[in-house]
């Protein structure tokens, strides 16, 4: 499966900004879509996803202002981030895993300046 993320770029503390990621390839029906993020020297931290059924599952950190969605016709998630804090900055990896396979897409650099 194949991952093409866009969106991201520089945005100014209590901003907003979208990523959204399209996937490609052998999709497996029931799977889950979603974000993760990696600061330089950290390791890599679930942001959001999505479940092909609805459910879904967020960070702490971003509960209340980060939504997660998706459209399972068109393999596609989409994360709005609202209310963006420096503490957001990282670079986002679009994640798929579905029937035993998992994918990263190759990220995409949010920056969230003060």
């Known amino acids: 499966v194949q991952l093409q993320a866009s969106g991201g770029g520089l945005v100014q503390a209590g901003g907003s900004l979208r990523v959204s990621c399209a996937a490609s390839?052998?999709?497996?029906?029931?799977?889950?879509m979603g974000w993760y993020r990696q600061v330089p020297g950290k390791q890599r931290e679930l942001v959001a996803i999505m479940h092909s059924a609805g459910n879904t599952n967020y960070a702490d950190s971003v509960k209340g202002r980060f939504t997660i969605s998706r459209d399972n016709a068109k393999n596609t998630v989409t994360l709005e981030m609202n209310s963006l804090k420096p503490e957001d900055t990282a670079v986002y990896y679009c994640y798929y895993s579905g029937n035993g396979v998992r994918s990263w897409g190759q990220g995409t650099l949010v920056t969230v300046s003060s």
């Open positions: 390839g052998s999709i497996f029906r029931v799977n889950v």
